[in-house]
């Protein structure tokens, strides 16, 4: 049985910043709740996160999070004091806690995992997790001996230059059996030169101590400063990337591309240059996307290409080509073989298939049947000031150039709409729609006028 605590009551001075360092986001989640995902494939009994440093919104921004328990720390007197917090909460626990520093965000579940499982086999009263970093400035040493039997922790200011040589460092995260440290928690002293409660302290005291290595030291960088929090986005976009790129996707130029690790991706897909993909985006194989282009929360069919265009929210089918230049919003959905071209936003729109909407347009609340032509400049005048009204065209129905449909109006099948029409009433099916005042030419208009002067 594992019971988990985050670390998270600290400022986190270093990031300079009005925000708690563990709400800073990451690729769109907050650090703290990197730091939750990773443990849950341990299943926990119980997920404990303290807090100090602005409680009230570290506590309000993972409200939504089942089952979390929040344990304050009022005064922030370090790591030790921070875990001396729990122990009115855990009397008489008698499996083990695993802590974790909150600005841990890239650790991997199955390196906790293999952390737990040493600590368990080998029976130890602690188990700490370690690196051997290039540059290992800012984290406290860890010293062993020849059996990863942990002898001594000193944090980087409290080393004497020659232990500050030693490359293996203390990653923040830890297994303790609960009663051994409840035992020693109440003794911790401040002596050192941050006259602060050690938990790294604690970890000497209760026992023999085993320190385990992390695989991929890059896992355990933790985020101190804004620095660090770039360094960690690069690292987190360089392990999504690489996964699709073994899985068959196309990136043209990685650099220049971002996608969030909740992005699905078919093989075959090519991503164009400067493209960023997020959320809860799919998309389906064969499709080009950008270069240039945003799509956020959105699904894309098969085959489909986006050049140079915004799609959030929406539904793109199989085969459509967007863009360049188009917005796509609030629940658009584009059917199959359908064109939206230049200079086009549809929002909460629906074209039917083979629909092509290819310049300067604006389609909201609208629905179109299939094979319907919108022309150049077509507007919906879907807002009245205070409501949003529908718009409805049938199959095969054509608009001419700059003509406005003032919703609510219906245009039936077959429809075609002058030029420059402003259409305020319904339409039925095969007709011709010309509402706009005829052309008056009237010959000679300028002599006449010159002769009047
Ligand atoms: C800590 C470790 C160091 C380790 C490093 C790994 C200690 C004494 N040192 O140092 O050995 O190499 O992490 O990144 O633990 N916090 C509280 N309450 C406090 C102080 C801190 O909750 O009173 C929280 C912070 O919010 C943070 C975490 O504890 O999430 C670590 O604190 P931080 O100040 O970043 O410790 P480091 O100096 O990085
Ligand atoms: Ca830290």
Not at 25 to 52: A, D, F, K, Q, Y
Not at 352 to 366: E, K
């Amino acid at each position: 049985m594992v019971v988990v605590a985050i670390l998270a009551a600290g400022r986190g001075t270093r990031m300079k910043s009005h925000l708690p360092k563990v709400l800073h986001s990451l690729g769109g989640r907050s650090l703290v709740e990197r730091v939750l995902e990773s443990v849950e494939p341990l299943s926990p009994s119980r997920r404990i996160v303290i807090v100090g440093y602005q409680a009230e919104e570290v506590k309000a921004a993972m409200q939504s999070i089942p089952s979390l328990e929040f344990v304050e720390q009022t005064v922030q007197l370090g790591t030790g004091h921070a875990i001396q917090q729990l122990l009115p909460h855990l009397e008489g626990y008698t499996g083990d806690l695993l802590v974790l520093n909150g600005d841990l965000p890239l650790v991997r579940a199955q390196t906790l995992k293999k952390l737990l499982q040493t600590h368990q086999e080998n029976h130890n009263a602690a188990t700490i997790l370690t690196a051997h970093l290039p540059e290992p400035k800012g984290y406290g040493r860890v010293f062993c001996n020849g059996e990863n039997v942990v002898q001594q922790i000193v944090e980087d200011k409290d080393c004497t230059a020659a232990q500050r040589q030693n490359r293996r460092i203390n990653a923040g995260v830890y297994c303790f059996r609960w009663q051994d440290l409840a035992r020693v928690l109440p003794h911790l002293e401040a002596n050192n030169a941050q006259k602060e409660y050690y938990l790294t302290d604690a970890v000497t005291q209760v026992g023999q101590v085993m320190a385990v290595d992390v695989e991929d030291y890059q896992e355990i960088l933790g985020i101190n400063d804004r620095l660090q929090l770039a360094a960690a986005y690069e690292i987190l976009q360089q392990r999504v990337k690489e996964k699709w790129m073994i899985a068959g996707v196309t990136l043209i130029d990685p650099n220049s591309i971002t996608i969030d690790e909740t992005v699905k991706l078919h093989t075959d897909v090519i991503i164009e240059p400067q493209t960023h993909l997020r959320g809860n985006t799919v998309i389906q194989t064969g499709s080009r996307i950008g270069p240039g282009t945003l799509i956020e929360n959105s699904q894309l069919g098969e085959n489909v290409t986006v050049q140079y265009s915004v799609v959030t929210d929406s539904i793109v089918q199989a085969k459509s080509r967007i863009g360049p230049y188009a917005h796509l919003r609030g629940q658009a959905q584009v059917g199959t073989g359908c064109r939206v071209g230049n200079f086009v936003e549809l929002k909460n729109t629906k074209l039917g298939d083979r629909t092509n909407v290819a310049h300067l347009s604006y389609l909201g609340d609208t629905t179109t049947g299939t094979k319907v032509n919108i022309g150049a400049g077509t507007i919906t005048a879907n807002y009245d000031g205070v409501n949003k009204h529908p718009t409805k065209i049938g199959d095969r129905t054509a608009t001419g150039s700059n003509s406005v449909l003032v919703a609510p109006v219906t245009l039936g099948d077959d429809v075609y709409v002058a030029a420059g029409s402003a259409v305020t009433e319904d339409v039925p099916n095969d007709s011709l729609v010309i509402a706009r005042s005829r052309q008056v030419v009237k010959p000679g208009w300028r002599k006449k006028q010159k002769s009047q002067e």
